[in-house]
């Protein structure tokens, strides 16, 4: 039986490598849209609301 070309290793070859490297590069970076929703103002309420909803779901009723 021959075996399957998946089998058979390649050396690692510059190509590789950068754009390895370029993927970490770009998960380090935090995209745009994410900090103009951490920068935007939040709405009046918003901690009483959040902190109803888990008293909630925590099984709080007071």
Same mark, same amino acid.
């Given at each position: 039986m021959t075996r399957h070309i998946a089998d058979?290793?390649?050396a690692p070859g510059r190509e590789k490598t950068? =754009?390895?490297f370029e993927i970490a590069r770009r998960q380090?970076?935090?995209h745009p849209a994410t900090m103009e929703l951490? @920068?935007?103002p939040r709405p009046e309420? /918003? @901690?009483e609301r959040l902190e =109803?909803?888990?008293r909630? /779901?925590?099984g709080r009723s007071v």
């Open positions: 058979t290793r390649s950068r =754009a390895f380090r970076e935090v951490l @920068r935007r309420g /918003e @901690r =109803a909803f888990m909630i /779901e925590r």
